[in-house]
């Protein structure tokens, strides 16, 4: 197995928190053990939707699905994938100009 950095996006997700639904993106990196940088994608995209906020928060509105975009796949040496595997959060931002 190789070590891989993966930088996603999320766009158009509707989000509940504070009692005002608002569209959010969110940036996020995700560190995964994998064969191939594409398997790679594939667990960091399914590690984010199983992520507790967008789980117990994300509203749909039909047509206008939330999107996540694999921004870059980087593979790196074991010393620096043990020091940043753990999960990190997602970072928010709004999408409304409000």
């Known amino acids: 197995m190789r070590n891989f950095r993966v930088t996603l996006n999320g766009k158009n997700f509707l989000l509940d928190l504070n ?39 994300v509203m749909y509105e039909g047509v206008d699905r939330p999107i996540i975009d694999v921004l870059e796949i980087k593979e790196v040496n074991s010393l620096k994938f043990m020091l940043k595997k753990s999960e990190s959060g997602l970072e928010f931002y709004s999408e409304d100009e409000n």
């Not at 569209?23 to 995700?30: D, E, I, L, Q």
Request: glycine letters at 6%; aromatic letters at 8%.
């Open 19 to 57: 009692g005002e639904p608002m569209k959010f993106g969110f940036h996020a990196t995700r560190y995964v053990k994998a064969e191939t940088p594409e398997e790679a994608s594939k667990i960091a995209i399914i590690r984010i939707h199983q992520h507790r906020i967008l789980q117990e928060s």
